[in-house]
């Protein structure tokens, strides 16, 4: 099935680095072209130039600044047919802490990019798709992926507003596949747990094999590499739609 996708473009979101990075690679492999979104311009332009594929500065929750992106996309490389959602911002901040309650602003810019940026990507994305021709005798046009994490479902001290970012990317699932269902569009999510990403690799090692050893099993903490691997496979396999799968280890979360 993978064949119908290569040589079609795959836009993905925080593609400059951790799971967005190895999404890119993992997709390029299979013979997609990449188009880059990202704020880090020094990180994005390299990932780009290294994968063959293109670097566009976006801000995921610039709604105007993403429609001008997508266009630039479908003049230079064609009508996206997969779209993944892996950018995000993961703050620590208590409901209240010494008698403060958590900074409002704080809490709007975390659902803002995580959620509305997600929302907002997937949204502009599927509307070019559905105009375009179907790839497959079944209709199919394109491939939705959103990033929940599994702090949708457990989520930590400190993570009130990542928490209830992600629990929002897993309950537009869905709705989203079906409302693009008669579309040929569909949507999926996938909710790590931890994994390796820029943010724990800059934590001690032994903090690192400490974390990696709450996973059951492999009690490792997970490689981004294994992130795009899953991703191509809700790509190349139809039946996938609508889901939220967790990629952890079976790791639950404990309050801290």
């Known amino acids: 099935m993978m064949e119908i996708w290569a040589g079609s473009t795959?836009?993905?979101?925080?593609?400059?680095?951790?799971?967005?990075?190895?999404t890119a690679e993992a997709l390029t492999k299979a013979g997609l072209k990449v188009a880059i979104f990202d704020l880090n311009e020094e990180?994005?332009?390299?990932?780009?130039?290294?994968?063959?594929?293109?670097?566009?500065?976006?801000?995921?929750?610039?709604?105007?600044?993403?429609?001008a992106a997508m266009d630039a996309v479908v003049a230079q490389s064609g009508v996206p047919r997969v779209m993944v959602n892996c950018a995000g911002i993961g703050p620590a901040?208590?409901?209240?802490?010494?008698g403060a309650p958590h900074d409002a602003a704080l809490f709007a810019k975390v659902i803002g990019i995580n959620l509305i940026g997600s929302f907002i990507c997937a949204s502009e994305a599927a509307a070019r798709m559905v105009g375009?021709?179907?790839?497959?005798?079944?209709?199919?046009?394109?491939?939705i992926i959103n990033t929940?994490?599994?702090?949708?479902?457990?989520g930590q001290v400190g993570?009130?507003?990542?928490?209830?970012?992600?629990?929002?990317?897993?309950?537009?699932?869905?709705?989203m596949a079906r409302d693009l269902a008669d579309k040929g569009v569909r949507v999926c999510s996938v909710a790590p747990g931890l994994f390796l990403t820029p943010l724990l690799q800059g934590l001690p090692q032994e903090v690192r094999i400490s974390l990696g050893a709450q996973v059951p099993f492999p009690s490792r903490l997970g490689n981004p590499a294994?992130?795009?691997?899953?991703?191509?496979?809700?790509?190349?396999?139809?039946?996938?739609?609508?889901e939220v799968i967790r990629?952890?280890?079976?790791?639950?979360?404990?309050p801290r």
């Not at 780009?48 to 600044?65: M, Q, Y």
């Not at 375009?132 to 491939?143: N, Q, T, Y």
């Not at 990629?247 to 404990?254: E, N, P, Q, S």
């Open 10 to 22: 795959a836009i993905i979101t925080g593609g400059a680095s951790g799971l967005g990075a190895s």
């Open 43 to 67: 990180l994005g332009e390299a990932k780009a130039a290294e994968l063959g594929g293109t670097f566009h500065r976006v801000d995921v929750s610039d709604a105007a600044n993403v429609s």
């Open 148 to 154: 929940a994490s599994v702090a949708a479902y457990e």
């Open 247 to 254: 990629l952890d280890g079976a790791i639950r979360m404990a």
């Open 132 to 143: 375009a021709e179907p790839m497959a005798p079944d209709g199919a046009r394109g491939v």
């Open 93 to 98: 901040a208590k409901t209240v802490s010494r």
């Open 226 to 242: 294994e992130f795009g691997k899953l991703v191509c496979h809700i790509v190349d396999n139809p039946m996938l739609n609508g």
């Open 159 to 175: 993570q009130v507003a990542y928490a209830a970012s992600k629990g929002g990317i897993v309950g537009m699932t869905l709705p």
